[in-house]
T-cell receptor
Framework: QKEVEQNSGPLSVPEGAIASLNCTYS??????FFWYRQYSGKSPELIMS????GDKEDGRFTAQLNKASQYVSLLIRDSQPSDSATYLC??????????????FGKGTKLSVKP | NAGVTQTPKFRILKIGQSMTLQCAQD?????MYWYRQDPGMGLKLIYY???????DKGEVPNGYNVSRSTTEDFPLRLELAAPSQTSVYFC??????????????FGPGTRLTVL
């Protein structure tokens, strides 16, 4: 059974701090890694995707991937109260041969305190 | 574009009843997905489709059926509802062009309670 593990939190950081969210995955052949943000009662929305080892930056968000360690992380710089949400890590897998299927972690709840 | 739409938003079913959750997308996406999300849990894939007429099981297909007669629509059928099917159901779609890099776009969800 392929798995994606995340700390459930809650992770509480003060406004302006860096929030660090971590994720490990079990399937060594996974090729693509995604971070989705989900506000309470809403649907997930994609905020970052990463496919190669190293860092990928997009505004205040940085995704980091280490395939050897099967580890992916998301850093949120200058955290804002509006970043308070659950962050879902997702990794591609193959059900029935399709590489587009995703396995999701349980999510880390982030709370940014003003 | 409306994106991915789902109906109904909320529904309460009695044990043993059946219903169909509707999902439609207007982005001409080939791939469509159904997930369920239980409280405090991630999303679990129920069924997916790579194009009209083609569907396949995901991780948790028992108790559900799907069909895909058009590119736009991907309904999820619950037969003989059980309390274990109480969940929030999300439909998603993606282009299917470079599959493993595709972004999945999610609908607003259907909150289902089975009593």
């Amino acid at each position: 059974q392929k798995e994606v593990e995340q700390n459930s939190g809650p992770l509480s950081v003060p406004e302006g701090a860096i929030a660090s969210l971590n994720c490990t995955y079990s399937d060594r052949v996974s090729q693509s890694f995604f971070w989705y943000r989900q506000y309470s009662g809403k649907s997930p929305e994609l905020i970052m995707s990463i496919y190669s080892n190293g860092d990928k930056e997009d505004g205040r968000f940085t995704a980091q991937l280490n395939k050897a360690s099967q580890y992916v992380s998301l850093l949120i710089r200058d955290s804002q109260p509006s970043d308070s949400a659950t962050y879902l890590c997702a990794v591609n897998s193959r059900y029935g041969g399709s590489q587009g299927n995703l396995i999701f972690g349980k999510g880390t709840k982030l709370s940014v305190k003003p | 574009n409306a994106g991915v739409t789902q109906t109904p938003k909320f529904r309460i079913l009695k044990i043993g009843q059946s219903m169909t959750l509707q999902c439609a997308q207007d982005m001409n996406h080939n791939y469509m997905y159904w997930y369920r999300q239980d409280p405090g849990m991630g999303l679990k894939l129920i069924y997916y489709s790579v194009g009209a007429g083609i569907t396949d099981k995901g991780e948790v297909p028992n108790g559900y059926n799907v069909s895909r007669s058009t590119t736009e629509d991907f309904p999820l059928r619950l037969e003989l509802a059980a309390p274990s099917q109480t969940s929030v159901y999300f439909c998603a779609s993606s282009t299917g062009t470079v599959v493993f890099t595709d972004t999945q776009y999610f609908g607003p969800g259907t909150r289902l309670t089975v009593l």
